[in-house]
């Protein structure tokens, strides 16, 4: 599989190139958002890792584009920018995990492994995830949730990691799913340490695709001090 790193410090990148060609990954680097966009044009990676602050186009905004052109790859920031705040945006803005430099060396290997492991299942495995409420049908291996009425069909592209947490409220439908429950079921690892507001983040941005009004839920509900529910009937 193909990893992207776009970074300017370039003993970052060689670092990050070493360890993942040791685990049989295949790793291109890059210096700059303009250069891995001029490599995209021939290269289709299934992981990128960006670092954020980079000069002319800075990783937010590149995971910002990658997102708005319908990317499925997964997004992994490296970053010195360790602020709850930059964690946030770059989560918000579509990415599947942040890890902040300086960082251990066994733990990245350990995520990129995790966030590879789920993007492969969703690409391989999509038998095991149709499921259907009211017009809503949930398609997981394509990555696709498609709402249905009388002038067709309105499609929704999700990144996996979205996928597997909307997946695992549907299946759990009229059950509370705690954020910890969330957490190690979507990464297995415990991503952040345990930080729920992560999950927090990912809500949000799934409401922002599948409710009419994502300020009043119909779908994802929040249950104080506990979790989420999804609401409805689900079948397969």
């Known amino acids: 599989m193909h990893v992207l790193v776009v970074d300017?410090?370039?003993?970052?990148?060689?670092?990050?190139?070493?360890?993942?060609?040791?685990?049989?990954?295949?790793?291109?680097?890059?210096?700059?958002?303009?250069?891995?966009?001029?490599?995209?044009?021939?290269?289709?990676?299934?992981?990128?890792?960006?670092?954020?602050?980079m000069p002319?186009?800075?990783?937010?905004?590149?995971?910002?584009?990658?997102r708005s052109a319908d990317s499925d790859a997964m997004i992994l920031f490296l970053t010195a920018k360790s602020e709850l705040g930059d964690r946030v945006s770059g989560l918000q803005l579509g990415a599947d995990d942040y890890l902040v430099k300086p960082f251990e060396p066994a733990e990245l290997v350990v995520r990129v492994k995790a966030l590879m492991r789920r993007h492969q299942h969703f690409r391989e495995s999509p038998h095991l995830t149709h499921l259907r409420v009211g017009n809503m049908e949930l398609h997981a291996g394509d990555l696709k949730?498609?709402?249905?009425?009388?002038?067709?069909?309105?499609?929704?592209?999700?990144?996996?990691?979205?996928?597997?947490l909307l997946r695992c409220l549907m299946i759990n439908a009229g059950h509370?799913?705690?954020?910890?429950?969330?957490?190690?079921?979507?990464?297995?690892?415990?991503?952040?340490n345990g930080d729920s507001q992560v999950i927090d983040v990912y809500i949000r941005r799934l409401r922002k695709k599948i409710e009419e009004n994502p300020s009043n839920p119909k779908f994802i509900e929040s249950v104080r001090g506990s979790g989420y529910r999804f609401i409805g009937t689900v079948s397969k």
């Open 8 to 53: 300017d410090d370039p003993l970052i990148c060689k670092l990050v190139r070493f360890l993942l060609t040791e685990e049989g990954y295949q790793v291109t680097t890059v210096d700059s958002s303009h250069a891995a966009f001029a490599l995209l044009e021939n290269h289709h990676p299934d992981l990128f890792i960006l670092d954020v602050m």
């Open 56 to 66: 002319n186009m800075d990783g937010f905004e590149l995971c910002k584009r990658l």
């Open 145 to 164: 949730l498609v709402f249905n009425n009388d002038k067709g069909g309105h499609l929704v592209s999700l990144t996996p990691t979205e996928m597997k």
């Open 176 to 192: 509370v799913v705690s954020r910890d429950v969330l957490l190690d079921t979507i990464w297995g690892y415990g991503m952040a």
